[in-house]
């Protein structure tokens, strides 16, 4: 009778291949799957964060020349106010008040017998002028106020992109530390398939010899 027909004690060939097979499902086992999927999902979730942060961080970015530029125009104030002045016009209401006023004191003046009278016509430049300036400072007061909260603005935009690159770089830190967390475990996981590879070939090659 033959010894290896699975009879009368011989060599048992269902067992060897069942072993076999056990053995076998370890050889295709890809121990670094985990790791992929890991790395997937923190590559999926790093650029969700990235896309939140960016716009803040574009933002600052572009603010940054806009703010030096600000900067530049004030270094010396003299001509910076000069500049403003330059492009300074009489208003409407400022101009309609200095015509009431004129016609005010020409009808006092005519009234009282003062008409071409040096003071008289003193008090008129005084009030034109007064009427003048009043106007002129309220107009430039309005020009600084709106070029601070420019410039005020400008800052703000900066440090909210200064925010979001410091959360970039703690996010990329992390994100670089997982990943070679990750990458370590999947090499070490690798290193042992391959030795449990090798274990497995002999312990097939047992069965047989």
Do not use: C, H
């Not at 004030?74 to 309609?96: C, E, K, R, V």
């Not at 900066?158 to 690159?165: K, L, P, R, V």
Request: glycine share 14%; proline share 3%; charged share 10%.
């Amino acid at each position: 009778m033959d010894s290896r027909n699975g009879n009368g004690g011989g060599f048992d060939w269902g067992s060897a291949f069942g072993a076999g097979a056990g053995l076998l499902s370890g050889l295709f086992t890809d121990s670094g799957a985990p790791y992929d999927a890991a790395m997937d999902q923190m590559q999926k979730y790093l650029k969700q964060a990235q896309g939140f942060q960016n716009p803040f961080y574009n933002a600052g970015t572009g603010a940054i020349p806009k703010y030096q530029g600000w900067l530049d125009k004030m270094q010396n104030p003299t001509d910076f106010i000069n500049n403003l002045m330059g492009q300074y016009q009489q208003s409407p209401a400022s101009i309609y008040r200095q015509q009431q006023a004129l016609r005010a004191a020409t009808n006092a003046g005519s009234a009282s017998g003062l008409t071409g009278s040096t003071p008289l016509t003193q008090q008129i430049q005084q009030n034109a002028a007064d009427i003048s300036s009043e106007d002129m400072d309220k107009w430039l007061s309005n020009v600084l106020g709106i070029n601070t909260q420019y410039g005020t603005g400008q800052q703000n935009l900066m440090n909210q992109g200064a925010n979001s690159a410091n959360a970039l770089t703690n996010l990329l830190g992390s994100y670089g530390k997982s990943m070679g967390e990750a990458a370590y475990g999947q090499k070490a996981a690798q290193n042992n398939s391959t030795g449990d590879l090798i274990g497995n070939i002999a312990s097939i090659a047992s069965l047989f010899f």
